[in-house]
């Protein structure tokens, strides 16, 4: 069975937990990507945020298999992560990746199929024209480096039920869960918890899962130690794809450190209220009323109302 690789919060780590304390030349493992930063090829269609734009960063995040030069895939995880300059927190939005959305060019379909059409440009551009957002940038993170980071910060702790607990021991080899409740998990584990989809309800689960996981790493990564960062930064690093420059990474990193940032927000969209699975031709989506999950998203990310 082709693995799933979904985890991107090694992003969040190494943007933002003050690993570049440790210099700029640690910065050379990072693939740079140059896209367009034009309003019209990134799919930025109102002045109406200009405002609120200049108080929070959106950030694309993106998660997958890894790649070379000619295999681009579809993006396997889809996260916004906003800097709120206001409240002085991030927030983490997961976008469900079957969501039913107009991709230009190519028309309504996933919302994950755009990375596999045109790269993170118009991955970008479809998050930006179906959410009314206002993203100038993305980083992408392959598998890879999720167990590493997991080990580095010593495992974490994951309340697990049954059915969890036996895709886990299934998936791993050697792993030996013995119970359901809190359970500490190593790196291995840890993805294949994660990776979980067969069980509960799917892929809204898996997202659950995901986002546990992450706070979970949030929470100890504020704690590992300032010594710990560069291990957290080899196993990071050679992973990750993104269109920021070294100086721009470097100022994110400050900021976060010379501001204090240690909340972390998470929320999934589009809402299960606003969201229905369906069937068109053959293949399954899920249909959302955009304007109403655009104006939720817009009141996470702006307006710090989580609900």
Same mark, same amino acid.
């Given at each position: 069975? !082709?693995?799933?690789?979904?985890?991107?919060?090694?992003?969040?780590?190494?943007?933002?937990?003050?690993? &570049?304390?440790?210099?700029?030349?640690?910065?050379?493992?990072?693939?740079?990507?140059?896209?367009?930063?034009?309003?019209?090829?990134?799919?930025?269609?109102?002045?109406?945020?200009?405002?609120?734009?200049?108080?929070?960063?959106?950030?694309?995040?993106?998660?997958?298999?890894?790649?070379?030069?000619?295999?681009?895939?579809?993006?396997?995880?889809?996260?916004?992560?906003?800097?709120?300059?206001?409240?002085?927190?991030? !927030?983490?939005?997961?976008?469900?990746?079957? %969501?039913?959305?107009?991709?230009?060019?190519?028309?309504?379909?996933?919302?994950?199929?755009?990375?596999?059409?045109?790269?993170?440009?118009?991955?970008?551009?479809?998050?930006?024209?179906?959410?009314?957002?206002?993203?100038?940038?993305?980083?992408?993170?392959? &598998?890879?480096? &999720?167990?590493?980071?997991?080990?580095?910060?010593?495992?974490?702790?994951?309340?697990?039920?049954?059915?969890?607990?036996?895709?886990?021991? !299934?998936?791993?080899?050697?792993?030996?869960?013995?119970?359901?409740?809190?359970?500490?998990?190593?790196?291995?584990?840890?993805?294949?918890?994660?990776?979980?989809?067969?069980?509960?309800?799917?892929?809204?689960?898996?997202?659950?899962?995901?986002?546990?996981?992450?706070?979970?790493?949030?929470?100890?990564?504020?704690?590992?130690?300032?010594?710990?960062?560069?291990?957290?930064?080899?196993?990071?690093?050679?992973?990750?794809? %993104?269109?920021?420059?070294?100086?721009?990474?470097?100022?994110?990193?400050?900021?976060?450190?010379?501001?204090?940032?240690?909340?972390?927000?998470?929320?999934?969209?589009? !809402?299960?209220?606003?969201?229905?699975?369906?069937?068109?031709?053959?293949?399954?989506?899920?249909?959302?009323?955009?304007?109403?999950?655009?104006?939720?998203?817009?009141?996470?990310?702006?307006?710090?109302?989580?609900?």
């Amino acid at each position: 069975m !082709k693995k799933k690789r979904n985890i991107i919060i090694v992003v969040v780590l190494a943007l933002i937990l003050g690993v &570049f304390l440790y210099g700029y030349s640690y910065l050379n493992d990072i693939k740079t990507v140059k896209i367009s930063k034009k309003d019209k090829d990134l799919g930025i269609k109102s002045k109406k945020n200009d405002e609120k734009n200049k108080e929070v960063i959106n950030i694309a995040l993106f998660g997958g298999d890894g790649r070379n030069e000619k295999d681009v895939s579809r993006s396997d995880s889809i996260m916004i992560l906003s800097i709120d300059k206001t409240h002085k927190k991030l !927030k983490l939005s997961s976008i469900m990746r079957d %969501t039913y959305v107009d991709i230009h060019g190519h028309g309504m379909t996933k919302l994950n199929h755009a990375y596999a059409y045109g790269g993170p440009e118009l991955a970008i551009r479809t998050i930006n024209e179906n959410f009314n957002l206002n993203i100038r940038d993305y980083a992408f993170v392959n &598998f890879d480096s &999720f167990e590493k980071v997991v080990d580095t910060i010593g495992g974490v702790d994951i309340e697990l039920n049954q059915s969890e607990v036996n895709e886990i021991n !299934k998936n791993v080899q050697g792993s030996s869960i013995g119970g359901t409740g809190m359970n500490h998990l190593n790196g291995k584990q840890a993805l294949a918890y994660s990776r979980i989809r067969k069980i509960g309800n799917g892929d809204y689960e898996r997202t659950e899962r995901q986002r546990r996981v992450m706070q979970e790493i949030f929470d100890k990564g504020k704690n590992i130690g300032i010594t710990k960062y560069p291990e957290v930064v080899d196993s990071v690093f050679p992973y990750v794809e %993104t269109s920021f420059s070294k100086m721009d990474i470097v100022k994110l990193g400050s900021y976060g450190l010379t501001n204090n940032i240690r909340t972390l927000e998470q929320n999934r969209f589009p !809402k299960d209220e606003h969201s229905h699975g369906q069937f068109i031709g053959e293949v399954w989506y899920l249909v959302t009323d955009l304007e109403k999950t655009e104006k939720e998203i817009h009141n996470f990310i702006y307006e710090d109302i989580n609900n």
